[in-house]
Each structure stands twice: as structure tokens, then as C-alpha cells.
Nanobody, 118 residues
């Protein structure tokens, strides 16, 4: 199994930045891609970004150019650098990991709150 713990959220003014972290433990060697999602109040969870084991990245159009996803395999940690924040970026941010354990599995973290004030 894989366990994920996010951190780094907080309250920031519009235009500010944060770095979100996602620490993985357990069967980390079986992790392939890691992703970030967010869920704003009253809205469905939406995909934000993904990074593969090979380092390829993909972003939602709404964050492209402002957010950067990365991972440090030596530390078993994924990161989401969020810059030029807007009030509409306010949400709970979740990371997930696709891994293999007797078949493909997905692990989710508990989420970290990002609040952007105008």
C-alpha cells in the first residue's frame, strides 16, 4: 500500500505563491504517476496536474504557466509550486499516486487547504 500526506497549504493574498508537498510512504517503488487535484466548495474535484515516473508533466489549462509539478524520488515526495494565485484557486488540494499492488491502485492524500484572498 501507499500512503500520502499533503502539506504546505495556507492563506495567501492574490498574486502570492505556495509550495504544496505530498510525502509518500509504503510501497513507493511501485508508484508510477503522481497527480494533483483540487476541490472548491460546492464544486466537483478537478484535475490540476500530473507528473509521470519519467518526469513528463501535464497541466489543466486553468493553471498552465502558473503551477509547476515536480517530484523528488529520493525523498519520495511530490510538489506543486503554485504561483500568481487567484481567488478562484481557493480549494482543498489533494495529491494522488498510481501504484501497483496485486493490480493497479490509486492512493489519495487527506488534502491541504489553499485560500487566496483578493
Amino acid at each position: 500500500q501507499v500512503q500520502l500526506v499533503e502539506s504546505g497549504g495556507g492563506l495567501v493574498q492574490a498574486g502570492g505563491s505556495l509550495r504544496l508537498s505530498c510525502a509518500a510512504s509504503g510501497s513507493v517503488l511501485t508508484i508510477s504517476s503522481m497527480g494533483w487535484y483540487r476541490q472548491a466548495p460546492g464544486k466537483q474535484r478537478e484535475w490540476v496536474a500530473t507528473i509521470t515516473s519519467g518526469g513528463s508533466t501535464a497541466y489543466a489549462d486553468s493553471v498552465k504557466g502558473r503551477f509547476t509539478v515536480s517530484r523528488d524520488n529520493a525523498k519520495n515526495t511530490g510538489y506543486l509550486q503554485v504561483n500568481s494565485l487567484k481567488p478562484e484557486d481557493t480549494a482543498v488540494y489533494y495529491c494522488n499516486a498510481n501504484y501497483y499492488s496485486y493490480g493497479p491502485k490509486i492512493a489519495w492524500g487527506q488534502g491541504t487547504q489553499v485560500t487566496v484572498s483578493s
